[in-house]
């Protein structure tokens, strides 16, 4: 199916929002309460995710800290090695995704929301039309725009002001 605009999680022509991901579901224009971009999270139950790598990031710290402080009669064994090093290095992974934000858009419809990231139409400098069209679609009341979203401003590029001497 050709789409107006689309990205690997969704794409959107004249008749509504259709969801790649989610077995092909459909969303019409008529269903969407409001739309908003803005920047956000990217998982959805981060603070949880978060926690998780901050526990095996106090694990790893507790675990390397006993081991050398207080070494036991068997000087090296591979084990305490190797368990604080893996959790560390999971608590690193699970703390870096539970912050990372990006850009997003969140669909609101009859009590459900659905967030979908807006990053690959960031990069190829579609921003604008794709907020044009949806307006368009939906009313200029129904979509917002947040001033976060599109920090680096890739999809209006401002034009250096030149100097005057």
């Not at 459909?26 to 949880?48: M, Q, R, T």
């Not at 090093?85 to 419809?109: E, N, W």
Request: glycine share 4%; hydrophobic share 40%.
């Amino acid at each position: 199916m050709k789409y107006k605009f689309s990205t690997n999680q969704f794409g959107v022509d004249n008749k509504g929002l259709h969801l790649l991901r989610s077995k092909h579901k459909f969303i019409s224009y008529a269903d969407i309460e409001s739309v908003s971009l803005k920047s956000g999270k990217v998982v959805k139950n981060w603070p949880l995710l978060l926690l998780f790598g901050l526990c095996c990031l106090l694990f790893s710290f507790y675990s390397s800290f006993t081991s050398f402080v207080f070494p036991g009669s068997e000087s090296a064994q591979l084990h305490k090695m190797v368990l604080p090093a893996l959790s560390l290095f999971i608590g690193i992974g699970a703390t870096i995704k539970a912050l990372q934000t990006k850009d997003i858009m969140v669909v609101r419809r009859k009590n459900k929301k659905v967030v979908l990231l807006m990053n690959p139409l960031v990069e190829a400098h579609q921003t604008d039309s794709f907020i044009t069209f949806i307006s368009q679609r939906l009313g200029y009341k129904k979509v917002f725009v947040n001033p976060d979203f599109d920090k680096e401003n890739k999809a209006t590029p401002v034009p250096e002001k030149e100097r005057r001497v």
